[in-house]
């Protein structure tokens, strides 16, 4: 592990320390790339970065595309029910799918509960991702498979698992990096502190995007932080520290493929706070008419990251009728599949309940088993059923 | 349960209205509030938003934010500032949004909240109240049913209790915050709804007492929070096959009411308790050991614990087949030897 | 209890040294990482210092920074970052260097180090080891001798072993980093000077067992950690008074060993379990509790507890006082109505 | 509670907003108002602190001295085994006598285990100091009496209670400060986070002194955490933060003190990094040669914070031998009182240990307490002995 060399051999040396330390002040205005009439920023106000290629905001495009198509279909069907719960990300896509984007296959990836269109965009199949959201099973995909670790819910915890893996990996010498969001109101919890310092102090390769879509359920931001921005955090730990136009989602890649490159190559963590907007309410069982207001959330769906892209696009004349149709078809395809799947009752076992707790099965969870085993079969009994496990379909 | 008039310096009495349990608590602290100006309100969305149960509904509005307010999101700092506030004479009331999400905030609990009075030899003591909206059936995603009882129930220091209806939670709300001592105050998520009829304001047994929900012979089953109802429908089902069933409400998790308990107990000569979370190292086994200790004698069977499984609490899809219900409480008295 | 030769890969076996518990675990954490490069150690202090209590003594030099490091000072970062590691298919063995101090890691314990294999379905495992130095009879001042095993055992999903003496020491933690699910590894620190003759590698009995540790008739004493040399105290003065008192370390908290206690209490029908904890919701509730379960009709009085009292841990001058010795114990079997 | 102006309605404007919160870099060179050789230091380097008066100079002098020799004679009755542990603050005398001493009589400290002399500073008795490290009972003194809070052992816990005192003596108008004192180690917890964040978002009028004395046991600052200062941290809040030369007084105690006066004055928290040395072992029972070098320790002593306050006093002319003598005996006061009262045994009842778990008794505590009054009772029979709780004495 590398001392950093600001406190190298501190006890035998003057006060004066030299350092690597990274301590440069995040822009208080956000970086970006394009503005909200979709025209290209340089200069200053894109804090040294470069609008990616054509082909590059192309496939963004139809990513959020996509993405903004299933999370509105996942909302409708909670509303019909289907889903026990759905926290949306509409209105975050630059953020999601920007930022998702930035990593590669052999990545690893530590997301919330609000960051299921990150995972479609990873190449889960809808119905995995859901699984848990419709009450199935806490989680319902293959996290070796994809690298992504389960959509964690209490707040912060998971970018301490980023941090280990990626420290883990560093170990191995592979070129591995784990990228964690994090909410405006997780950056509250001391286990988001322990995560940026041990990144830091270890020199992991971990890129920590917080998505400030400006509330915590009901808290705006201002009531989790007196900083000028959420990335200036960054400072404390040595580490850079980017503000960014949450909704600018070349921005948002921009710089999160930086982090992921200085991640990959050695240089450490990185600290990216997004500054967006969530324009559902929190989950559908919040009512979002408590604590903000309509005009509010106007204001915001007027700076729409997916038109503001598209706008660009059309303007560079990149976006053609028939790439947008093409585009279309495939977020449709993915709301049908996504309908079929959550229209579908899942065959659950109960007995499943006691099969994962432990490598080795317990005597006590035996029991236990098998008196549920009996119980079910004496419902079947009862209700005439054939099928053993009749307490399962509902 | 007897529900008389109040000893509380509270708003003259009105008459009788549905209330839920989430409106009594709403009532308990709005009426503290008034009270009792030392007593504050804060946690994650209790202000605009009431609360994700609504329990804080309309108090910020009445009652401005320098009484009750939305705090940064981190329950250490939640649980930690309390103290502190305690400390200066505050009667602070923080709000832990779920049992799972009160975790963070464990060494403050179990390291000063529940050691404050003693390692100060009394000097300095800690009047706060840190509600759990607790347990499960309610359908939600993971880490939103966890039950948490039995963590606080081990820490000497700590007061639990857990109403199980609207009366108490509005009488028992009002005990713990007037307190000299720190309250662990569990509210069943999957009661808030729960209806009755109440004139405000309404003082229950004491908070430290259990209560005898319904007189039986021959078996006596201990409840708290959400699974006294559970023991009242096993009772009621039993009574059509003939066996009379006594149902305690515990109310009091810490301290534990040997008493009433006990003399059940000795009546029936035979016990069951009742609760979501798991068995093994749950609250239930301190219930089932001193029960035992205290009554052996009187004992006819051991007793039984009839409780959640030894796993983490399920999804909303399969909570149903690892909830105690009263078939199952009825399945575990046919185990013991009933001819003994 | 029986020391045969290992199965684990380590080196050859030498000739038989005295070793205390802190050296014996010091060769499980050195063979271990000898033998297999996943695994890790880190937490604070545990690089050049050693460990507060000297059980990392001589591995950083051994095997590097980038097997056993320092970390910052942080519970929860450090159970937090050991989960990743985990994950990624490291075998880490953190530690926490007092019970109190595992405090701040409690979410991570309990919300995902519990519940990843099952929230996972068994994709997800985490096969690590957080090393808990527990317990007090150390004259530390306050915060630094807690019980912390109640806590553990109430959580599905964790495995909880305390070993007594030097032998089980070694063999129960190569076992446990070799276990594929996480082990909250408790090591009394009264004990870690306690010396036994030793030939390394050692395997003891499985760590899910408990052991006899000394044949007898009329009682059970069930004990674990620092309470099995209790136990053994208390059987040896109650020979000399007639009785003839069996000693059964329960090594395994989580899962209990129901057959080797279930029998030996089924032989004497009367038992009682010895711990340091607070009785109120302390572990022996459970063991109490589920040993009624299972043979109350073979037992001839209620299971006793003898433990710590319903208070926070004393200080130093005043823990003789708190602590469960073999008089207490024997004034406690005292209690039972011997005619029965 | 205010809304920092920074986010105040971020949902109607555009992302460039006005803020009302600090965001300078703490010098990376430590303030310092005496430099090792005693002389003033003026200039940027003094950053923008005046050296106090002499009279005020010559009152820390004395705090220091008499608290030098008070530490120095509790670990001398350590090692004879008078207490049970003791952690010295030997060497970090400028940090805490300049902190503490900035304060007045309505505020209140929240200290942790190494903070004993500024307890004694504070005026508080040097038996009900020890109290609890000679192991009578967890804590000795008269919390409200002093305004003090016991001393914390659980890492950074204390500070969010001083942030919720501060909160609750705001919330009644009292124009009182909460002072606060962490290690560097402890700056790693989440609590330490929790408690800059509160205090920041609430604008509480708390001041937190983090004195880095280079190590956290064996652990080195450099473990502890990647940034340039600690002090850096203060960015990410929103708040001012100080690097301070922890080794001279008289810029611990004039940065402190404007930090208490804007604290008091409603302006809100201070973040304070004194960096300093810790000279003794951490406790008694560490061993220090195992992660520091000798030459390293000598380094330190030769930057004495006494000896450096003592050459400007000399050279100034206001340290007469009168005076030095005058303090000599005052010190040597202190020590004489301080080995009296731990080498007279106190008598302990072990029967409190029940009288204060709760404000009433509990039956199961009155049963216990019974069970205990009667093995004592029996025990002195035995021991044919008259007094009741003879096990009490030894
Ligand atoms: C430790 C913890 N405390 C409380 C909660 C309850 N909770 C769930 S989401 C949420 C708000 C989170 O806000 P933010 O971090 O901004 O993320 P967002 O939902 O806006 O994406 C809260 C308080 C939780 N999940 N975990
Ligand atoms: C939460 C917690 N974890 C671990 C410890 C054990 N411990 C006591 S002091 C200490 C080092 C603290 O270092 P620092 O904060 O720099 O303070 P210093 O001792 O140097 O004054 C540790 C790890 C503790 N007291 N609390
Ligand atoms: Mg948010
Ligand atoms: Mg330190």
């Not at chain 1, 000028?228 to 580490?239: H, N, P, R």
């Not at chain 2, 759990?132 to 963590?151: L, M, N, Q, R, T």
């Not at chain 2, 109403?163 to 713990?176: F, K, Q, W």
């Not at chain 2, 107990?265 to 035992?292: C, D, L, M, N, P």
Request: glycine fraction near 8%; proline fraction near 6%; aromatic fraction near 8%.
């Amino acid at each position: 592990m590398r001392t950093p060399a600001r406190w190298r051999n501190i006890g035998r040396m003057s006060l004066d320390v030299e350092h690597d330390s990274v301590r440069t002040l995040p822009s208080e205005k956000p970086i970006r790339l394009l503005d909200n009439a979709g025209h290209a920023v340089r200069g200053a106000a894109a804090g040294g970065f470069e609008l990616p290629e054509l082909d590059t905001l192309l496939e963004l495009y139809r990513r959020m595309v996509v993405a903004r198509r299933f999370d509105v279909q996942v909302t409708a069907l909670t509303k019909q029910g289907r889903l026990a719960t759905y926290p949306s990300a509409y209105g975050q896509e630059a953020c999601e799918i920007g930022a998702i984007s930035a990593i590669e296959a052999q990545d690893w990836f530590f997301p919330t509960y609000r960051d299921s269109i990150a995972l479609l965009t990873r190449g889960i199949d809808p119905g995995d991702i859901l699984q848990s959201f419709r009450g199935d099973w806490h989680n319902g995909y293959d996290q070796h498979a994809h690298r992504c670790a389960s959509q964690t819910t209490p707040l912060a915890t998971q970018a301490l698992h980023a941090v280990g893996l990626a420290h883990a990996a560093r170990l191995r010498q592979d070129p591995i990096v784990a990228m964690t969001y994090l909410g405006d109101g997780a950056t509250s919890e001391g286990d988001a502190h322990e995560a940026f310092n041990f990144a830091a102090v270890w020199q992991t390769p971990t890129v920590f995007l917080v998505q400030n879509n400006q509330f915590a359920i009901s808290v705006p931001v201002s009531r989790q932080t007196h900083a000028v921005t959420l990335a200036d955090k960054a400072i404390g730990y040595g580490m850079p520290g980017f503000h960014v136009d949450g909704n600018d989602v070349a921005a948002m890649y921009a710089v999160t493929r930086a982090a992921v490159g200085r991640a990959r190559s050695g240089g450490g963590p990185t600290l990216i706070e997004g500054l967006t907007y969530r324009i559902e309410s929190h989950t559908n069982s919040d009512d979002p008419t408590r604590y903000r207001s309509a005009r509010d959330v106007e204001h915001w769906k007027r700076r729409d990251p997916i038109e503001r892209l598209e706008k660009y696009l059309v303007s560079e004349g990149a976006l053609t009728e028939s790439l947008r149709a093409e585009m279309t078809d495939a977020a449709e395809a993915v709301a049908a599949h996504t309908r079929d799947v959550m229209t579908t009752e899942a065959e659950l076992d109960p007995l499943e309940l006691f099969d994962h707790v432990y490598a080795r099965p317990r005597a006590t969870l035996l029991e236990q088993r098998a008196r549920l085993e009996a119980e079910l079969a004496e419902a079947a009994t009862h209700a005439g059923a054939a099928a053993p496990h009749a307490g399962a379909a509902r | 349960m007897t529900a008389t008039t109040t000893e509380h310096e509270t708003p003259a009495a009105s008459a009788p209205t549905q209330l839920t349990m989430a409106g009594a608590l709403n009532a308990a602290l709005r009426d503290a509030m008034a009270a009792d100006d030392r007593v504050v309100v804060y946690g994650e969305d209790v202000g605009p938003l009431g609360g994700v149960f609504r329990v804080t509904d309309g108090l910020q509005a009445r009652f401005g934010e320098d009484r009750i307010w939305d705090s940064p999101l981190a329950e250490s700092g939640i649980v930690g500032t309390a103290i502190g506030m305690a400390m200066y004479g505050m009667r602070p009331v923080v709000e832990m949004q779920f049992d799972a999400f009160s975790y963070p905030a464990f060494e403050q609990m179990v390291s000063h909240v529940a050691k404050m009075r003693n390692r100060t030899k009394g000097r300095m003591t800690l009047p706060m109240v840190v509600r759990i909206p607790c347990a499960g059936a309610i359908g939600g995603v993971e880490h939103h049913s966890d039950s948490s009882e039995a963590y606080w129930t081990a820490t000497p220091g700590l007061t639990v209790v857990m109403p199980s209806n609207p009366a108490d939670a509005y009488s028992m709300l009002r005990e713990a915050i007037d307190s000299d001592d720190p309250v662990v105050f569990m509210e069943p998520k999957s009661r808030y709804w729960s209806k009755a009829p109440l004139t405000l304001p309404v003082t229950t047994a004491p908070m430290d007492r259990a209560v005898v929900e319904r007189e039986g012979t021959d078996v006596t089953l201990l409840g708290y929070g959400p699974t006294v109802r559970t023991a009242l429908e096993a009772a009621d089902a039993a009574e059509a096959e003939g066996l009379s069933i006594e149902v305690v409400d515990l109310r009091s998790l810490s301290p534990f009411d040997d008493e009433t308990v006990g003399a059940s107990v000795r009546k029936t000569s035979r016990a069951a308790v009742i609760h979501e979370a798991a068995q093994f190292g749950g609250y239930g086994a301190e219930v089932a050991a001193r029960v035992t200790e205290r009554n052996f004698h009187h004992l006819a069977a051991p007793v039984l614990r009839v409780t959640g499984f030894d796993i983490p609490y399920p999804s909303p899809k399969l909570e149903e087949h690892y909830l105690p219900t009263a078939d199952r409480v009825l399945a575990a008295l046919d185990t013991w030897e009933w001819d003994d």
